[in-house]
């Protein structure tokens, strides 16, 4: 199933990894392990954000992707499944 998820570090830890090239590598790492999709940097509600588009296949796979985030940003974490204007016809036309 495809989500977006949103991560926001506090604004300390958020602004610490913003002037860190290491940290930057490090999360470009674990965006590819986790084999996100597209990843997203921007602000929402005053606090810098990254937001990763990616397919999660089983509910188990959550806990490895925010345990990081909680761990080294202290994050706010967020999942939203989403689909494609595809996956909806395909979902409108399998009800009638």
């Known amino acids: 199933m495809k989500f977006i ?3 926001q570090p506090t604004i300390k830890r958020g602004n ?3 002037h860190d090239l290491k940290s ?3 999360l ?3 965006f590819k ?3 996100a999709r597209e990843v997203y940097f921007h602000e929402y509600e005053g606090r810098k954000t990254f937001e990763l588009v990616m397919d999660i296949p089983k509910g188990s796979k959550i806990t490895e992707i925010i345990e ?3 761990e080294k ?3 706010r974490v967020m999942f939203q499944p989403v689909k494609t204007l595809d996956e909806l016809k395909k979902s409108i ?3 009638k």
């Open 16 to 18: 610490k990894m913003i």
């Open 68 to 70: 990081p985030m909680f």
């Open 28 to 30: 470009e790492k674990y």
């Open 93 to 95: 036309s399998k009800k």
């Open 24 to 26: 930057v590598q490090n």
């Open 33 to 35: 392990k986790i084999n």
């Open 73 to 75: 940003f202290e994050a």
């Open 5 to 7: 998820v949103l991560i």
